[in-house]
């Protein structure tokens, strides 16, 4: 018999959003503050804060090439996200299908609006070459031009972020879903098809443009990786699972939530902390300041691990935006395909 773990009762679905996404804020809120007190000026917005020396904050939130090149591995998260919660099968049955359509539709509206919008932003600031370069993953940052170099990059980081985002959100389940005749869905389809569509991007886009093995070794995408996994969790993530639980509560009406971690969910967790683990180890004996950037700015020196982690949030805003609409259309489009589930009720 599988057992699971309940959590601390049930919360508002409102409040677990709500604390969901004042995670992510309070991070940049803390990130902002550290990099005024850095500059000595609590006014940044015209300020050069990116590592790379040339982007003031605002170029910074809004890096739209950078942005493109990082539009696959919102993908991967989004649908890691919506199939672990959907697979786990802690749902109750919907019966309004054309409204899981209808909010399919207009999440993923959005979200295609908003790729085809930086796309030609992107275009118009920096050039067709260039957004091209990110676009098609031929580039890891300024000057440093690699097949597959922004993806590849990221695949060390991406592997250990989508296994506990598939952990962390399979572990959610509803109040009241099995009990008094309310319907209880099943392990569903959708959600594995949503991993395994995740793990087959993964596959196609390392497969096209594949270095070799001993690349994935280079000390400095590792400390790059290492640097995503101490954003990504606190960042993006929980955004994504805002973008679900709202979904849900639209189509289903529910309004609290618990967490059941299984055996499953805290094995996958445990996978990824076991590899950035890995990775911290594996960087013991490198400079990781060394191969940092050193921008004008900091007057040749190697900027601190603080400043290189606090920085490095504000370059992904436009992922935020994306991966909440984005997690919740996916979710939305699964749940409706699911033709509202088996009904198993108590």
């Not at 696959?72 to 996200?81: E, I, K, N």
């Not at 618990?258 to 094995?267: G, M, N, Q, V």
């Amino acid at each position: 018999m599988k057992r699971a773990i309940s959590i601390s009762g049930y919360v508002p679905v409102r409040l677990l959003a709500g604390v969901l996404v004042c995670l992510p804020a309070a991070y940049f809120v803390l990130a902002y503050g550290y990099l005024a007190w850095w500059r000595g000026s609590p006014f940044l917005w015209n300020t050069v804060i990116h590592e790379n020396g040339r982007l003031t904050l605002v170029g910074s939130l809004f890096y739209f090439d950078h942005f493109l090149g990082c539009a696959p591995m919102v993908v991967v998260f989004a649908l890691c996200t919506a199939g672990g919660f959907a697979g786990a099968g802690h749902l109750p049955v919907i019966t309004d299908l054309r409204r899981a359509a209808l909010l399919a539709r207009i999440l993923l509206g959005l979200s295609a609006v908003m790729v085809i919008a930086a796309l030609a932003a992107s275009v118009a600031c920096v050039g067709l070459d260039r957004t091209m370069d990110y676009a098609l993953q031929r580039i890891e940052r300024d000057d440093v031009m690699s097949p597959g170099g922004n993806w590849n990059q990221l695949q060390l980081s991406n592997v250990p972020i989508a296994l506990g985002a598939i952990g962390f959100s399979g572990s959610f389940a509803a109040f009241g879903y099995g009990r008094n005749g309310v319907g209880k869905v099943n392990r569903t389809r959708g959600g594995v098809i949503c991993i395994g569509i995740a793990i087959a991007l993964m596959g196609a886009l390392t497969g096209f443009t594949f270095p070799g093995l001993r690349a994935f070794l280079n000390p400095r995408w590792i400390a790059h990786s290492v640097r995503e996994m101490a954003t990504y969790p606190l960042t993006g993530v929980p955004i994504a699972l805002a973008g679900v639980l709202l979904a849900e509560q639209r189509l289903s009406g529910v309004r609290a939530w618990t967490i059941k971690p299984r055996a499953l969910s805290l094995s996958l967790i445990g996978a990824g902390v076991l590899i950035l683990l890995g990775q911290l180890v594996y960087l013991m004996n490198a400079d990781v300041l060394a191969m940092a950037q050193r921008p004008a700015f900091a007057g040749g020196k190697s900027l601190s691990v603080a400043y290189l982690l606090f920085s490095h949030v504000f370059e992904h805003f436009l992922d935020f935006v994306l991966i909440g609409p984005l997690t919740g259309g996916v979710y939305a489009l699964v749940r409706g395909l699911e033709g509202g589930g088996r009904n198993n009720a108590a």
